[in-house]
Nanobody
Framework: VQLQASGGGLVQPGGSLRLSCAASGSISSINIMAWYRQAPGKQRELVAFETSNGGKNYVESVKGRFTISRDNARNTVLMRMDSLKPEDTAVYYC???????????????????WGKGTLVTVSS
């Protein structure tokens, strides 16, 4: 099982970016897919997540600006980021929790899988 994230880059304040992440492998379902971020000198924080039945939540600082969406059939998760601010600058990580194989068994005891980070820089 692997997570592959993409979509980071440099954008001006007020601009938009879209991050995408795909989980590959023999996966029948994923309980939660999420995006985290880690800014320089700060701890990693949960930005947004979506459950397998469509429940979503966001950190307060991105509500109304970021939108998470997932495709359960393709095991992908996207995050649309609008009205970006310099304080959104960080390395963004894709996360998947509770992955099941074709037999319905949890991979790795249900522990999290992480993609490699993708850098988002918001600067003029």
């Amino acid at each position: 099982v692997q997570l592959q994230a993409s979509g980071g880059g440099l954008v001006q304040p007020g601009g938009s970016l879209r991050l995408s992440c795909a989980a590959s492998g023999s996966i029948s379902s994923i309980n939660i897919m999420a995006w985290y971020r880690q800014a320089p000198g700060k701890q990693r924080e949960l930005v947004a997540f979506e459950t397998s039945n469509g429940g979503k939540n966001y950190v307060e600082s991105v509500k109304g600006r970021f939108t998470i969406s997932r495709d359960n059939a393709r095991n992908t998760v996207l995050m649309r980021m609008d009205s970006l601010k310099p304080e959104d600058t960080a390395v963004y990580y894709c996360n998947a929790h509770g992955l099941r194989d074709a037999s319905g068994n949890y991979y790795n005891g249900g522990m999290d899988y992480w993609g490699k980070g993708t850098l988002v820089t918001v600067s003029s």
